[in-house]
């Protein structure tokens, strides 16, 4: 069978396609899973931003699939229905398949639209699926499956248990399968792996847990040491590292660590997400050897430096310290940084701002931390993605604005406080963190200097966007570039 597989091109604002354009892992997993004498092409739409349709017009046509895959995120579930839309017409006899995370967690939002949804891990019920075409049997047993009943309505078969991991369950992405290239992190190649899969925390804002329970698996070296080869040998020099939380196993981590420095494969710039408690903790040792596994950037669940805010996150406990036999020791931002600075590493600082509680003060609080111990803010919204407890806390209290999906891409604000509107709260962090991100150029100038000689000024320009000469003149030039940015950003969200 052929099949073609999507991922969406919608980004957000801290995605600066100039500068940042990573390939969707699940699809080439998904690639690698399906039985070897499937056709499959993987196209990650966010290397065709700008022609949409017409690259998906041209691979339709190229491909004749008989099966079309899209991963979706729920703020572009409007694009993945436009595109189903468009699919259907261009070629009414395929088959239409969506997984990722909106389509497990809001199934519903799917059934009628597409033929079918697939929830929770999809290597194997994918695999399944095509099977079941192919011989043309039943699909209703398939775990993990939601389809047309052909005696009428959507029904869902029963959930799938989630993958161990071991070596026989999924086997390696396939790469190979891409039809589109691009791909980039500042000029350098970028791939993605993954080492591990779940978490066992539980915060409130996070989908995981609704997704696949509180659990961690994990792959084996030998395993991840060829795949990231893999990604080596097909150009990639800078890799992200998607595990939901690599740091639950600090002693596996540094093993892993080691393990990449004596394969010789630190030549490549790794970024990863971690959580602070494990690298405060754990900093004096663990950082080094991330240093030497040639790690770069850190992507720190910060989430608040607010103890209120924490809590409402349900993000305490992996954000305290804990001194030698485990007593807490207050909140373990700092340490963390300290120890991922004092190893060369810079910090990417993930906060959430806006939560139901704060006020302008709690929100600069946290703006004034970014600008002083962060090297790149990555700082959200609070947003109500479905089946989150957080979801349900916002919606019961009537924070939330409006359900324009596409607008809850983490920094368009979308929920309110108590005390301040939304549209306010985005303009705090708006105005503040274009200039935190600003202060960075002249390290990534230093790290690649030729991207960013020859794609700087487009990098600040997306920055800056909103603000003109026109603004200056205004009485509140800051407020006359914010209306301007969110006109330009609605335009940007029409991919389709
Ligand atoms: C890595 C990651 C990123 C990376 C890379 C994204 C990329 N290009 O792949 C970066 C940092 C860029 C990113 C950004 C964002 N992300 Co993100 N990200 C993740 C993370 C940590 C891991 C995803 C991953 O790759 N997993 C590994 C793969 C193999 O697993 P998977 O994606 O789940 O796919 C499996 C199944 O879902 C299914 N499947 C997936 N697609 C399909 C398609 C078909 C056809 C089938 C059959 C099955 C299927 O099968 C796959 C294999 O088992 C998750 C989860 C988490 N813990 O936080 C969030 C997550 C996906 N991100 C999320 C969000 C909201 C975003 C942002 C909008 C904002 C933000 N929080 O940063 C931006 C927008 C990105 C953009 N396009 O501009 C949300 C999505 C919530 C939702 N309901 O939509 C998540 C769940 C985090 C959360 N807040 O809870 N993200
Ligand atoms: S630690 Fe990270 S992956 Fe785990 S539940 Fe919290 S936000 Fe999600």
């Known amino acids: 069978m052929n099949v073609l597989l999507l991922s969406m091109p919608d980004s957000f604002e801290h995605m600066a396609p100039v500068a940042v354009r990573m390939p969707n892992g699940a699809l080439t997993s998904l690639a690698g899973n399906v039985d070897p004498h499937h056709h499959v092409a993987v196209a990650d739409l966010i290397l065709a931003q700008g022609r949409v349709a017409a690259t998906v017009d041209r691979l339709v046509a190229e491909h004749e699939p008989d099966v079309v895959g899209l991963s979706v995120m729920t703020f572009q579930r409007r694009t993945a229905l436009k595109l189903i839309a468009r699919i259907r017409e261009q070629r009414p006899a395929a088959r239409i398949v969506v997984g990722g995370y909106d389509p497990s967690l809001a199934s519903t939002a799917y059934e009628g639209v597409a033929d079918f949804v697939v929830r929770g891990e999809g290597e194997i019920t994918f695999r399944e699926l095509l099977r079941a075409l192919e011989s043309q049997t039943s699909v209703c047993g398939i775990a993990g499956l939601g389809y047309r009943d052909p005696a009428g309505g959507f029904r869902y078969a029963a959930d799938r248990p989630v993958s161990s991991l071991d070596e026989a369950a999924i086997k390696p992405p396939r790469r190979a399968a891409r039809v589109l290239d691009g791909y980039t992190l500042l000029g350098r190649p970028v791939d993605v792996i993954e080492t591990s899969r779940g978490c066992t925390f539980d915060c409130s804002f996070c989908s995981i847990i609704e997704m696949r329970g509180r659990n961690f698996h994990t792959y084996d070296f030998r395993r991840i040491l060829d795949d990231i080869r893999d990604c080596r040998d ?63 950037y850190v992507f720190l669940g910060i989430e608040n430096v607010l103890d209120a805010d924490l809590g409402f ?184």
């Open 234 to 296: 097909r150009g990639a020099r800078a890799l992200f590292i998607v595990d939901d939380n690599i740091t639950l196993d600090v002693k596996r981590f540094a093993a892993l660590c080691e393990a990449i420095a004596d394969a010789g494969l630190q030549d490549i710039d790794y970024a990863v997400q971690a959580t602070t408690a494990s690298i405060a903790d754990h900093g004096a040792t663990l950082a080094p050897l991330m240093r030497k596994a040639g790690f770069r």
């Open 313 to 496: 996150l349900k993000a305490s406990a992996k954000n305290t310290k804990h001194e030698k036999g485990g007593r807490r020791a207050g909140n373990a931002t700092l340490t963390a940084i300290e120890h991922l600075h004092a190893h060369g590493m810079f910090v990417v600082g993930g906060l959430i701002v806006g939560n139901p509680g704060d006020t302008r003060d709690a929100i600069e609080a946290n703006l004034a931390f970014a600008r002083e111990h962060v090297d790149w803010p990555y700082i959200q919204h609070p947003t109500p993605y479905p089946g989150t407890p957080m979801t349900t806390d916002l919606r019961d209290r009537g924070l939330v604005l409006h359900d324009r999906l596409e607008e809850y891409d983490g920094t368009t604000a979308v929920v309110r406080t108590e005390a301040l509107p939304a549209e306010e709260i985005e303009f705090l962090r708006w105005r503040a963190e274009r200039w935190m991100k600003l202060r960075h150029f002249p390290k990534a100038l230093r790290h690649s200097p030729g991207f960013c000689l020859r794609h700087g000024a487009a990098m600040i320009r997306h920055t800056f966007r909103g603000a003109s000469p026109r603004n200056w003149l205004s009485r509140n030039p800051a407020r006359a570039a914010f209306a301007r940015y969110r006109e330009l950003r609605a335009l940007e969200r029409e991919y389709v």
